[in-house]
Nanobody
């Protein structure tokens, strides 16, 4: 059974930083593509970043240069370092795991005050 648990969310001022973590209970974690998504109130869930099993990364344009996704396969954990945060980054952030099917965490709230 796959379990993804996000942590690290919180309230910060604009311009600040947060690091989100996602601890995965997955056999063969290193073979999964891992992702971060977010959903703001009233909006659809939006893809934010992806890191493949080989370490290739991709980002939505709105976070390029500010967010960094990384993974530690020894710890079965994926991270999202978020810098230069803006009020529009406010959302619930979800971790995802993809290989033969898709798995999602419960989300962690990120709130950026102006």
């Amino acid at each position: 059974q796959v379990q993804l648990v996000e942590s690290g969310g919180g309230l910060v001022q604009a311009g600040g930083s947060l690091r989100l973590s996602c601890a995965a209970s997955i056999s063969g974690f290193n073979l999964y593509t891992m992702g971060w998504h977010r959903q703001a109130p009233g909006n659809q869930r939006e893809w934010v970043a992806t890191i493949t099993s080989s370490g290739n990364t991709n980002y939505v344009d709105s976070v390029k240069g500010r967010f960094t996704i990384s993974r530690d396969n020894a710890k079965n954990t994926v991270y999202l370092q978020m810098n230069s945060l803006k009020p529009e980054d406010t959302a619930v952030y979800y971790c995802s795991a993809h290989r033969y099917d898709d798995h999602w965490g419960q989300g962690t709230q990120v709130t950026i005050s102006s």
